[in-house]
């Protein structure tokens, strides 16, 4: 339950958290600070197979990956962000021409604040999503303006490996539409356990349409 993931985390999860609130705003540091506390909070699910799905053992954050930049894994087209030991994001002067704007989470929350903090302050009660809230230091930011149809689709990588806490927020203006592809894959064999958080929020304005697959 709560008492023994608390346990097992323990002065790791404080460690980690000190190291992403560094250069966070004063709003997203009581924000993270207040989600740690709701994750600590809320009660845990106690059926047997949740149980075995959130075993935390050998858990160390310190080995959690931020977005240093990424050679190991290649792709080809005009918008794709992967998430390898680090976070590459690739958008094409055509796109970005058209406003479209695509950028590391850690940035837009200098550029795109307000927009940012808006939806971020949302209420949940969900525990996991609470310690996502809380210690997320990669993913991504997605800002589609009105009046764009984009013809190829966004693709978001995650080649788990490492300790993965990923916020992504995705904005779609009035009668924009776009279709996104979450591919999942796990990187490596090993037998170390791993933990793969992953947060995507959707905001879709009048008539806007967004298709999105996960595989």
């Not at 690739?90 to 704007?101: A, D, E, P, Y």
Request: one cysteine or more.
């Amino acid at each position: 339950g709560c008492g023994l993931i608390l346990f097992i985390l323990g002065d790791s999860m404080i460690e980690h958290l000190d190291e992403v609130l560094n250069n966070d705003p004063k709003w997203l540091k009581d924000f993270r600070q207040e989600s740690l506390k709701k994750f600590q909070s809320l009660p845990t699910e106690s059926s047997a197979l949740f149980m075995h799905q959130t075993k935390f053992k050998d858990f160390v954050f310190s080995e959690s990956k931020s977005e240093k930049p990424n050679t190991n894994f290649h792709l080809d087209g005009e918008i794709f962000a992967i998430q390898n030991s680090g976070l590459t994001i690739k958008i094409s002067n055509s796109l970005k021409n058209k406003g479209i704007v695509f950028k590391k989470i850690s940035e837009a929350i200098e550029t795109h604040e307000d927009l940012i903090k808006n939806i971020l302050m949302k209420d949940t009660n969900d525990k996991f999503s609470s310690l996502n809230d809380a210690l997320f230091n990669t993913g991504i930011f997605l800002y589609v303006p009105d009046n764009i149809i984009l013809n190829v689709p966004v693709r978001l990588v995650n080649l788990v490996g490492e300790n993965i806490f990923s916020k992504n927020i995705v904005f779609v203006g009035k009668n924009s539409k776009i279709s996104i592809i979450q591919e999942d894959y796990s990187s490596n064999y090993d037998s170390d356990t791993k933990i793969y958080s992953d947060s995507l929020d959707i905001v879709a304005k009048d008539n806007a349409a967004v298709e999105f697959s996960n595989i």
